[in-house]
């Protein structure tokens, strides 16, 4: 179950960055997308450092929505 503080800024929470980066791959019309192409198209939108990007895709991951293949996303929707 997701918490959400009142007190966070939800800008920077995982499943807000999560809706982004599924917007973003759903616009792309190849189903495999470089590492540092999804970082920097998520840039454009929305500033974040590296580190947050890569939790966001771990959480993508994990709720099966993208998979990765040598530096590559693979989206699974």
């Not at 599924?22 to 970082?39: C, G, R, T």
Request: a positive charge; glycine letters at 4%.
């Amino acid at each position: 179950m997701i918490v959400i503080n009142k007190d966070i800024n939800p800008e920077r929470e995982i499943y807000y960055l999560g809706a982004i980066v599924i917007e973003i791959l759903k616009s792309i019309p190849n189903k495999e997308v470089k590492l540092f192409d999804a970082f920097q198209l998520l840039n454009e939108r929305k500033r974040i450092s590296m580190n947050l990007f890569v939790l966001t895709l771990d959480w993508l991951y994990l709720l099966g929505s993208i998979n990765h293949r040598e530096g590559s996303i693979v989206k699974c929707f």
